[in-house]
Nanobody
Framework: QVQLVESGGGLVQPGGSLRLSCAAS????????MGWYRQAPGKQRELVAV???????NYADSVRGRFTISGDNAKNTLYLQMHSLKPEDTAVYYC?????????WGQGTQVTVSS
């Protein structure tokens, strides 16, 4: 199993930045992929960014060029650096890990972009 704990959410003004963190209970070397997803009120959960074990990344079109996903193997921590935030980025952000075909989710962290 993999336990995931997100942190770093909060209230930020449009154009601002935030960095989300996701601490995993297992080494990244045992996890196939990790990613960030988000869910806004009344909408389905959607992919934001993923990173595979080899380091390849993929982003949703809506965040490409503004968000960066990265991982620190020594700390077993996944990050999402977010710049140029927009009100439409407001959502609960979830961390997900995929290991041996199973999926694990964190509890989520709220990001609110508002003036």
């Amino acid at each position: 199993q993999v336990q995931l704990v997100e942190s770093g959410g909060g209230l930020v003004q449009p154009g601002g930045s935030l960095r989300l963190s996701c601490a995993a209970s297992r080494s990244f070397f045992s996890i196939a992929t990790m990613g960030w997803y988000r869910q806004a009120p009344g909408k389905q959960r959607e992919l934001v960014a993923v990173i595979a074990g080899g380091g390849s990344t993929n982003y949703a079109d809506s965040v490409r060029g503004r968000f960066t996903i990265s991982g620190d193997n020594a700390k077993n921590t996944l990050y999402l650096q977010m710049h140029s935030l927009k009100p439409e980025d407001t959502a609960v952000y979830y961390c997900k890990a995929t290991r041996l075909g199973d999926e694990y989710w964190g509890q989520g962290t709220q990001v609110t972009v508002s003036s």
